[in-house]
């Protein structure tokens, strides 16, 4: 029999396909009985009266099936293609990856799929992380997505009635990857030939856009109409999830380029280009001019840099930090005159579930009015819990300050400073970011001299 062609109608019926998945999938044995009784079913005839087998004639017969490795072959091509349009089969494929997975390479028919099938299933069961973002695309397909949000714009009347924020989505949009803005087109299927990752990016922004426009998808919408109900389902998804956290300017801020200032500005957004130029000196701070008491709490990783970050401070305040206390998790340093206290917690890690309440704890023990959360630039990672500890802590303490500090950043030139810190940014809602090296660092191209301490300590010590 030649490769199977699906060409599924819309009126399908998927629970015959899932019944016919939960029959097929589980038997990793040809065994030639089963295979016989499942011809008996119901969705049997439904199914394959329904699915093409041949490019000759479409066939809709099943006299080409003639076991059950076979069967499940057909059954698990059919899944995989109905998947992004059907959110029920994408349901059922996430929660039975690991069986297709094991089928695929046991099963001598889907072996020779064997690589394009977990790939698909990667993308399904990781799909966030596939989404591209809207910066890395090419420029035909950002000309495509952006004449998408304006024709959505358009037709939906929503053009008219635009408030402060969709233009300034549109406008950051625009800047983030230069297009062709006169480019348009009439036929909507170049929507449906964009590579499903890239469709989603697009569903993603068409969503943010109905958001900012206090808009839903009830509008009538030939773009919308073009966008597959699973991914209509996943953008909103991201939508909800991004502004529940930070608010609606998230969506906004995502798309914004990082620009270079000579140092840190007041609304806490970027850091010093001079950093990058010439290393901080040692210049000792008098702590009893500081007003009021502070108390930094110091938390991140295991191994990101806090301690360091709290030596390098150390050494410079008129009046060095010494331990005062040790704590069960983490240990209190004040300086001789009380007005300076920084907590140095345990490092957490991501299946750590109380790592949110334990922080909390410290916070309303100690009287805790600074948060200096810090991140490894190597890592080259910002992880959504880390995010949420954030976003969760601000919002239990709304009168604490928040300062986010990237350590070992021995680079504030590179392209991966800038998609950090910008990632970074969407994620945690304009919090106050400072690159800092706290150790000269050895590079290729000789040693990088330490800098940032000091704009570190004069935005946690000042009010």
Not at 68 to 92: C, G, H, P, V, W
């Amino acid at each position: 029999m030649n490769e199977v062609i699906v060409r599924a109608p819309s009126d399908l019926n998927i629970s015959y396909l899932i019944e016919a998945a939960n029959d097929v999938l589980v038997h990793s044995k040809d065994d030639i009985k089963y295979f016989e009784s499942l011809k008996d079913k119901k969705w049997y005839h439904y199914l394959f009266e329904k699915i093409t087998f041949n490019k000759d004639n479409e066939l809709r017969k099943a006299n080409g099936v003639l076991n059950l490795a076979k069967m499940q072959d057909i059954i698990i091509k059919i899944l995989l293609q109905l998947s992004e349009s059907r959110n029920e089969i994408y349901t059922f494929i996430t929660n039975n990856s690991t069986l297709i997975e094991e089928l695929s390479q046991s099963n001598l028919y889907i072996q020779k799929q064997q690589k394009a099938i977990i790939a698909i299933l990667k993308q399904i069961k990781y799909q966030e992380s596939y989404i591209p973002k809207y910066q890395d695309l090419s420029s035909k397909n950002a000309d495509i997505i952006f004449a998408t949000l304006k024709k959505l714009a358009q037709e939906s009347g929503l053009h008219d009635k635009s408030n402060e924020l969709t233009q300034q989505y549109l406008r950051t949009v625009l800047m983030c990857n230069p297009v062709n803005t006169s480019f348009d087109f009439d036929n909507l299927d170049e929507i449906e030939n964009l590579g499903v990752q890239i469709r989603q990016r697009l569903a993603i922004m068409l969503y943010e856009y109905l958001y900012l426009a206090d808009a839903d998808d009830t509008i009538q919408s030939d773009v919308l109409d073009r966008i597959s109900p699973h991914l209509k389902q996943v953008a909103k998804d991201s939508v909800n999830k991004s502004t529940q956290l930070m608010g609606k300017e998230v969506l906004i801020l995502q798309y914004e380029k990082i620009e270079t200032v000579e140092k840190v500005s007041e609304d806490g957004l970027i850091y010093s280009s001079s950093t990058d130029k010439t290393a901080d000196s040692i210049e000792i701070m008098d702590i009893s001019s500081l007003k009021g008491s502070v108390c930094a709490l110091l938390v991140g990783k295991s191994g990101v840099g806090k301690t360091t970050l709290l030596q390098s401070i150390s050494e410079r305040i008129s009046s060095p930090l010494k331990t005062d206390d040790k704590e069960n998790g983490y240990v209190i340093c004040t300086d001789s005159t009380r007005k300076l206290t920084i907590i140095d917690a345990d490092g957490f890690s991501y299946n750590d579930n109380n790592t949110i309440s334990e922080y909390d704890k410290i916070i309303q023990k100690q009287h805790v009015n600074r948060l200096v959360f810090c991140i490894n630039f190597t890592s080259n990672r910002f992880e959504e819990y880390e995010a949420s500890i954030i976003a969760t802590l601000r919002k239990n303490n709304p009168n604490m300050k928040v300062v986010i500090v990237l350590t070992q950043c021995y680079n504030t030139k590179s392209k991966d400073f800038e998609r950090m810190v910008t990632y970074i940014k969407s994620k945690t809602n304009y919090a106050t970011i400072i690159p800092v090296l706290c150790v000269d660092w050895e590079t290729d191209g000789g040693i990088k001299k330490s800098f940032g301490v000091n704009d570190v300590m004069s935005e946690v010590f000042n009010e």
